[in-house]
T-cell receptor, first 113, second 113 residues
Framework: NAGVTQTPKFQVLKTGQSMTLQCAQDMNHNSMYWYRQDPGMGLRLIYYSASEGTTDKGEVPNGYNVSRLNKREFSLRLESAAPSQTSVYFC????????????FGDGTRLSIL | SQKIEQNSEALNIQEGKTATLTCNYTNYSPAYLQWYRQDPGRGPVFLLLIRENEKEKRKERLKVTFDTTLKQSLFHITASQPADSATYLCALVRSGNTGKLIFGQGTTLQVKP
């Protein structure tokens, strides 16, 4: 039972390159989330998907796009990477119930030169 | 704007003592507050949830309090062990929200043998 799987685990990009971060879950959860984590900033929500076929912006959506491919998969795309997007990216899932926790993957560490 | 703050300085304590971590929030009333543990290189893992109408919640050596007047939550680990060393994150959700979490920046706890 893998839970939430993120690929790749590490990536180095050059400024201007594009990249898609993948997230897959086997928890049968309706909601999926993308966060970024920067030193001293905590986790910040980029985009989320309350259910298959829907996506909404979070706190810091600029420079990113998302696709909820099906119930299991939620991808995050950087169309033209910038050094400010160097971060650790976490995918999370949840039932969507207000009082249930979120379950996180182990992150993708992305460096943009 | 909404703000949630945790002690940015690391907390160092001796094994066997009680660790107390603080989470303060401003500008709105959360429906509930969650605490997560994060180990280096890993995603956050859910520990406890406390609702706005609960004063205290316990789970084994963990205790969380929630004071909506002070706008503060305290997270206690009793009889701390070196294995408790990690970063602890608090997160909250406002009433009526769709489960989107707002995270503090985390406090790193180091328990020395």
């Amino acid at each position: 039972n893998a839970g939430v799987t993120q690929t790749p685990k590490f990536q180095v990009l050059k400024t201007g390159q594009s990249m898609t971060l993948q997230c897959a879950q086997d928890m049968n959860h309706n909601s999926m989330y993308w966060y970024r984590q920067d030193p001293g900033m905590g986790l910040r929500l980029i985009y989320y998907s309350a259910s298959e076929g829907t996506t909404d912006k979070g706190e810091v959506p600029n420079g990113y796009n998302v696709s909820r491919l099906n119930k299991r998969e939620f991808s995050l795309r950087l169309e033209s990477a910038a050094p400010s997007q160097t971060s650790v990216y976490f995918c999370a899932t949840g039932t969507g119930d207000l009082y249930q926790p979120q379950h996180f993957g182990d992150g993708t560490r992305l460096s943009i030169l | 704007s909404q703000k949630i703050e945790q002690n940015s300085e690391a907390l160092n304590i001796q094994e066997g003592k009680t660790a107390t971590l603080t989470c303060n929030y401003t500008n709105y009333s959360p429906a509930y507050l969650q605490w997560y543990r994060q180990d280096p290189g890993r995603g956050p893992v859910f520990l406890l949830l406390i609702r706005e109408n609960e004063k205290e919640k316990r789970k084994e050596r963990l205790k969380v309090t929630f004071d909506t007047t002070l706008k503060q939550s305290l997270f206690h680990i009793t009889a701390s062990q070196p294995a408790d060393s990690a970063t602890y994150l608090c997160a909250l959700v406002r009433s009526g929200n769709t489960g989107k979490l707002i995270f503090g920046q985390g406090t790193t706890l180091q328990v020395k043998p």
